[in-house]
DNA sequence: CGATTCCCCTGATAGC
DNA sequence: TGCTATCAGGGGAATC
């Protein structure tokens, strides 16, 4: 599912296909997909005729700066992904032009279609339904609360190991939480805290204050090291046979074959050899090494 | 105010 | 075969 690295590939790749394009129209089947009041007809209205400038990532968001100071927000949530090319409706479902002799590939979970001026479409595939589209002004989304509440970027130069631990500051609780709070630290998802940490050894249940500085040095430098590596190799489409995280050409991630804890109980840990375990969290599924990953302190209460 | 639970969705899978 | 229950899960809202 779309963490940072995925939205980064899909932001880099949607930059080179789609930049100075304008907005002809948009299709949907599932207006609740634009959340924000009042809805897909103005949606619609406003977004034709805009012309995107750049696009860039802010946490796990995609925003496309657009002409007249518009800014088009996607959150692509669980199972939502963009993939760009012609598409042709044809019986209910989207299907794409055929290439060669080849089927054409049909997705029966395109439920968002942008038509661009230069006759190419980009569309939201999103099985779950989760995603989000919204138009903003630019002023407007950046006063906003959510925009301004998203904590530091982990991939930023400037994130140094003294700007990690002050991103995590006045925060408390377990540093598997932590990670995954988009208001202390942008972008990391279940997948990638329980391979940060991992790779820190660090177990998921640790308090954030019972940690030393050794520890969360091992968990900066993991973080860094994990999450650009999962950039060069175009993020993680978990193997499933769900309809998933794809690049916008409809490639799939090359991280999976990475993962060393993340959907892989009950396998053996890749360091140690001991058993991998899950651990269910407030309807979450945690991963981890425990031979691994000790425990100090006060752990996890069972839950279901 | 912080912590927890619910809810939005639907396809794959397990159990009977 | 076909039904039902369970699971996956980001994040905002409601509730404790």
């Given at each position: ?19 100075n ?19 897909f ?54 299907r ?21 001026d ?78 940060i ?85 407030n ?17 996890c209460?069972?839950?279901?």
């Amino acid at each position: 599912m779309p963490e940072l690295p995925e939205v980064e590939t899909t932001v880099n790749d949607l930059n080179q296909k789609v930049r100075n394009r304008t907005f002809v129209d948009v299709w949907t089947d599932f207006e609740k997909m634009i959340k924000k009041p009042p809805g897909f007809e103005k949606f619609k209205r406003d977004i034709q005729g805009k012309t995107i400038l750049k696009v860039r990532r802010r946490a796990k968001n995609i925003l496309f700066d657009l002409s007249q100071d518009m800014v088009l927000l996607v959150h692509q949530k669980l199972t939502g992904h963009f993939l760009y090319g012609r598409w042709k409706f044809e019986g209910g479902i989207w299907r794409s032009e055929l290439k060669g002799n080849l089927a054409a590939p049909i997705n029966r979970f395109i439920h968002l279609v942008f038509f661009l001026d230069n006759g190419d479409q980009i569309a939201l595939s999103d099985l779950r339904k989760f995603a989000k589209a919204e138009l903003w002004s630019a002023k407007e989304l950046e006063g906003s609360k959510e925009m301004r509440e998203l904590g530091c970027e982990p991939m930023e130069e400037e994130f140094t190991f003294e700007k990690f631990k002050e991103c995590l500051l006045s925060r408390r609780g377990k540093i598997k939480q932590i990670l995954m709070d988009q208001n202390a630290i942008a972008g990391i998802g279940n997948i990638y805290s329980d391979e940060i940490l991992w790779k820190a050894k660090v177990h998921p249940c640790s308090r954030l204050d019972s940690l030393d500085d050794e520890q969360l040095k091992a968990i900066y430098k993991s973080a860094k090291s994990i999450l650009a590596s999962a950039i060069k190799l175009r993020g993680t489409t978990v193997l499933s046979n769900v309809e998933e995280y794809r690049g916008v050409s409809g490639g799939r991630g090359g991280y999976q074959a990475r993962l060393k804890v993340y959907r892989r109980d009950g396998l053996s840990c890749p360091v140690c050899g001991g058993k991998v375990e899950r651990l269910k969290m407030n309807g979450r599924s945690w991963h981890f090494c425990p031979k691994c990953q000790k425990l100090k302190g006060k752990g996890c209460a069972k839950s279901k």
